[in-house]
């Protein structure tokens, strides 16, 4: 049984005797290993982290659990947060599940189908603003300082806590940390909790080394790329659609104490990476979460060696949620026939 992120890793989060271990499921995902990708990159092992199998089909499950638990700890029972969509959809489920309001605030006309299909049917407050992300995220924020509501995005410390349980599940999983993590950078919490849930692995296993972290972000919305804030972010990944993330310093901190980079990956890039991990691996993730895959794409084909490493790409969110891009893919093959069988004998070239 999953026991959840709370349950499984409380020595390691801000869990006190009063914290209610909360839990939906979440956490626990599996490392998948590539079966066919894997060749052009060169390297000796490549695993999929799939983080589209928690509970709401996105990590951010890991830290909501984390800030809910915190909030219920408090008393407080009203929750917002401003989101690109599966931020709105984990605090709706959470707050649901728990008898919490929940309100999120979304950009209009902005937020993937399947993830507003989330927040309405799990029952949340939903605001739509004409704006982009970073004007939802400065609303809520004087939002939850004028009202007794607890503020859920990934400025919330509790996120970050909990997301870093993935490095865990990584290092257990694999028996050392990778060499490269491949992550995509949205808000930069995440690629900030995996990196500090990797050095407090280190702090408890001297023996441990830290892997160079690796972070992508498009080239439409990419401010830690070109250190400037992007005031109309613009990209197809709609969950790293982010011009001024809330954690950017840490995600510059992450980068350079581990050697690693901050790069961009076209829209092109990002949605040959998805189609490559849905139509060569059966793995089917979001847009943004093939970022990571299109980042090590770029690098493998620029010619870095990548021979004898490890990598982890991380795939933060489930394909089933942006149905609006995955249309766009063209079926290898689907066409109409009779009900007849020898009709239909000529779909599969049998004839
Ligand atoms: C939130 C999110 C990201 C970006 O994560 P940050 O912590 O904002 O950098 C990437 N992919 C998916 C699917 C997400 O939901």
Redesign the pocket.
């Known amino acids: 049984m999953n026991l959840g992120v709370l349950e499984r890793y409380k020595e390691f989060l801000p869990v006190t005797s009063n914290t209610p271990l909360i839990s939906l499921g979440e956490g626990d995902t599996p490392l998948v290993a590539s079966n066919r990708i894997i060749d052009e990159v060169g390297c000796e092992r490549l695993f999929f982290k799939l983080e589209g199998c928690n509970p709401t089909g996105?990590?951010?499950d890991r830290g909501m659990v984390v800030a809910v638990a915190k909030a219920m700890e408090k008393g407080v029972s009203s929750i917002a947060c401003a989101s690109?969509?599966?931020?709105s959809a984990s605090a709706a489920a959470y707050g649901a599940h728990y008898n919490l309001r929940t309100t999120i605030i979304v950009p209009k006309g902005k937020i993937a189908k399947g993830k507003l299909a989330q927040a309405v049917a799990y029952g949340a407050h939903i605001a739509m603003i004409d704006g982009n992300f970073d004007q939802a995220l400065n609303i809520v924020k004087e939002l939850c300082e004028k009202h007794p509501i607890e503020l859920v995005n990934?400025i919330n410390p509790n996120r970050i806590e909990g997301q870093k349980t993935a490095s865990f599940e990584i290092i257990d999983d694999i028996g050392s940390a990778p060499d490269h993590l491949f992550i995509?950078?949205?808000?930069?919490?995440?690629?900030t909790a995996y990196w500090k849930g990797f050095l407090e692995a280190k702090r408890r296993n001297k023996k441990l080394t830290l892997p160079v972290m690796n972070g992508f972000q498009a080239e439409g919305s990419a401010p830690i790329v070109n250190n400037q804030i992007v005031k109309n972010p613009q990209t197809i990944a709609s969950?790293?659609r982010?011009g001024n993330p809330a954690s950017w310093e840490k995600a510059i901190n992450a980068r350079d104490e581990s050697n690693g980079i901050i790069d961009s990956v076209s829209d092109s890039d990002i949605l040959e990476a998805y189609k490559k991990l849905a139509s060569m691996e059966g793995i089917f993730c979001?847009p943004?979460?093939a970022a990571s895959l299109a980042g090590l794409l770029k690098k493998a084909n620029a010619g870095e060696d990548f021979s004898g490493k490890s990598i982890v790409c991380v795939l933060?969110?489930n394909g089933l949620k942006d149905p609006d891009i995955s249309s766009t893919i063209e079926p290898v093959s689907m066409n109409e026939y009779s009900a007849d069988i020898s009709d239909v004998e000529r779909a599969l070239d049998l004839t």
């Open positions: 996105s990590f951010k690109t969509g599966n931020t990934s995509p950078v949205g808000n930069a919490g995440n690629i969950a790293i982010i979001e943004a979460s933060t969110g």
